[in-house]
């Protein structure tokens, strides 16, 4: 068992347990219920946590195990040194999970709408997901939340962040994964506990990844690394541009005065093209099935998740294109951070247009039309 001397004075605190009786006391039985899961879980990850010094150093842990537990020691130190987050004691542990993954998280929208179901937490402000520690209980939400009539998406979760609330552990779910994944992963959810604005998850996702994807290239060249995912990122980049083109037809059925059966109609055929249109373009990809079981998933949760994690990035890239370095970036990307919503989102939607406008480039790996193809009813018949 192994839970830091920081981690102990925090559930200590009389504030901490009274906000939780106070929740428990305050809230109806569903909810009050998610919270005793989600701190159950949170503490059954805690006491699992086992210090990688001494994994790597006495010997118990396999050769694979050890040579992963080292490079997140490598990863940690770049981050601290390099990138100057906030490192502190996370992913100083390392935990093996019972389950595959610890977390799963449900997503919904609306059957004709693309802004998606939020809730609403202590401290963490609003999010457009509920995460469970338990697979079944997630099944159960989501089953529940279809029967309301939401679109819905399930899915495992490898990481989570608690924000600089606890010191975090390496798990098994993802520890494994290659240099650079792994990497992207740490750098991603430690820039989570730099810069974080309650109830905006569009703005925290976007920082966050915008983080990972600028540190990336540095790291793998001070590794003697070559990134060997270009082709993945232009992917990436085009299944994300399909799923834009995709909500822009959306818009205006959902927005329309048409009878609802007929919007039914145009939605299922609007998604029955964005199906068609992943194939045709990724008929020339080495692995055309690595996006199949979310293009097959598609629906209003996952068209909204894809705009809340990924829209803003270009904004955070030209952010930190017109800041002094790192520290600069985060204290600009703070003051974003403090402004209303309303001035925050203008400012971030000028800052991706400037970027899109000076990197405007045609990607080599990918050439498709995405939005011709979304467009047309006959593109994919061409």
Aim: with cysteine; charged share 25%.
């Amino acid at each position: 068992m192994y839970i830091s001397i920081s981690d102990l004075r925090f559930l200590a605190r009389p504030r901490v347990w009274l906000l939780v009786l106070v929740l428990l006391g305050l809230y109806g039985c569903e909810t009050a219920g998610y919270y005793f899961q989600a701190a159950s879980g949170q503490l059954r990850i805690l006491s699992a946590r086992q210090p990688i010094e001494e994994l790597v150093q006495d010997g118990n842990a396999s050769d694979q195990l050890q040579k992963q537990l080292q490079l997140v020691q490598e990863i940690r130190a770049y981050a601290a040194q390099e990138l100057k987050l906030p490192v502190g004691q996370a992913y100083s542990s390392y935990v093996q999970l019972d389950d595959e993954y610890p977390i799963w998280n449900v997503l919904a929208a609306p059957e004709f709408s693309l802004s998606p179901k939020r809730w609403c937490y202590p401290i963490a402000g609003c999010a457009s997901y509920r995460g469970y520690f338990r697979k079944s209980a997630a099944i159960a939400k989501a089953n529940s939340l279809r029967n309301q009539g939401y679109d819905v998406y399930l899915g495992a979760v490898p990481a989570y962040s608690t924000l600089g609330w606890f010191n975090d552990p390496v798990l098994s779910s993802f520890v494994n994964w290659t240099p650079e994944r792994l990497a992207g992963l740490l750098f991603h959810e430690l820039a989570h506990r730099r810069v974080y604005v309650p109830g905006d998850t569009r703005f925290n996702e976007s920082f966050a990844t915008a983080v990972s994807e600028i540190a990336l290239p540095d790291w793998l060249r001070s590794q003697g690394l070559s990134s060997s995912a270009e082709e993945t990122k232009a992917q990436a980049l085009a299944v994300r541009q399909l799923m834009t083109a995709t909500r822009k037809e959306l818009q205006p059925v959902y927005q329309s005065n048409l009878p609802d059966e007929e919007k039914r109609q145009e939605k299922e055929e609007i998604l029955s093209r964005l199906r068609r249109c992943y194939w045709r373009m990724a008929a020339e990809w080495s692995y055309p099935a690595r996006y199949q079981a979310y293009i097959e998933k598609t629906n209003n949760a996952t068209l909204a998740l894809a705009a809340e994690y990924e829209s803003l990035v270009p904004a955070f890239r030209q952010l930190y294109i017109d800041s002094n370095g790192w520290e600069d970036f985060y204290n600009a990307a703070e003051r974003l951070g403090e402004l209303d919503k309303e001035d925050r989102e203008q400012e971030l939607l000028r800052l991706a247009t400037e970027f899109r406008q000076k990197n405007n480039k045609p990607k080599k790996a990918i050439v498709f039309d995405v939005e011709a193809c979304i467009n047309n009813n006959d593109f994919y018949r061409n």
